[in-house]
């Protein structure tokens, strides 16, 4: 899949295209409703898919002291939509610029001038613009100027409610992985580079490789049973530390998976962890004996877990 850049012009190939626009950071059912849609329209009238998302988020650009609150990095949602269909990712800069276009600026000077796209996709209750002037009405109305076709796609809903990445991060906050596995159509997942810590796992035969939680949303603190993805592709079960070892100080928040019947060195490279179930908070233990003790448990069941 190619990924295009909102500062640089749209290869020729590209451009007639029809586009699917929103964040699109969890890519849950909701959002793989709208991007199916412009797939399958792209499809019908042999003309390129393209998916647009936002990077940084647009939350992040108006309120910069957010907490952190990512569900996917883009190399995630890149594969995501390459898995779906997609022909391309564009990933829109948000910055100063964007956020002061107006709604019309959007549609002549971005979506059918930048992208020269035909067809658009969103959910019934995008907006964009400054102010938040534009809405699937608007761009439908004004498009049509542009030769610009709208198509708006109303709400998922699953178990009675509708699906949302507010949905998801609640379950995540909750340590409800399964709730938000469902959500999403797979387990919440973060990606990373292992870096190396103090190598207390190493002494008590629980070797962890840790990860630097970066944008993530914070899931419940906590142990997790996990499935971890290596550079080589193989998946591995384990369990999973999440949070910030309050037996130990200074406090350091980590994601620590200790992954079971591996050996190797993971150093450096890039992983993936998924999160299956949660098993229960964080505790402070009398001495590390009965730490080590509770591993072993906690291990014990998420190998049940996972079996």
Known sequence: MIRLNSLEPVPDHLRGGIVALGNFDGFHLGHQSVVGEAIRWAREEGRPAIVATFDPHPVRYFAPDAAPF???????????????????????????????????????????????????????????????????????????????????????????????????????????????????????????????????????????????????????????AVKGRLPDGRVVNGAANMGIRPMFDPPKELLEPHFFDFSGDLYGQEIEVAFHHFLRPEAKYDGLDALVAQIGRDCDEARRLLG
């Not at 564009?90 to 979506?111: N, R």
């Not at 534009?134 to 009675?160: D, H, I, K």
């Not at 999403?184 to 103090?198: M, N, S």
């Not at 002494?203 to 899931?219: C, K, Q, S, V």
Request: charged share 20%; with cysteine.
């Open 70 to 224: 990512r569900l996917t990095t883009l190399d995630q949602r890149q594969e995501l939509f390459a898995a779906a269909g997609a022909d391309a990712m564009l990933v829109i800069h948000f910055g100063a610029d964007v956020a002061g276009m107006t709604a019309s600026e959007w549609i002549e000077h971005g979506l059918a001038g930048h992208l020269g796209a035909v067809g658009v996709v969103t959910g019934e209750d995008f907006t964009f613009g400054k102010g938040r002037s534009g809405n699937p009405q608007v761009l439908s109305e004004q498009g049509a100027r542009f030769g610009l076709r709208a198509r708006a796609m109303g709400a998922v809903t699953l178990e009675g409610e509708v699906v949302s990445s507010s949905r998801i991060r609640d379950a995540l906050l909750a340590g409800d992985c399964e709730s938000a596995a469902r959500l999403l159509t797979r387990p919440f997942a973060i990606r990373g580079i292992v870096q190396h810590g103090d190598k207390l796992g190493r002494t008590i035969n629980f070797p962890t490789a840790n990860l630097d939680m970066g944008n993530y949303l914070r899931p419940r603190y906590g142990i997790y």
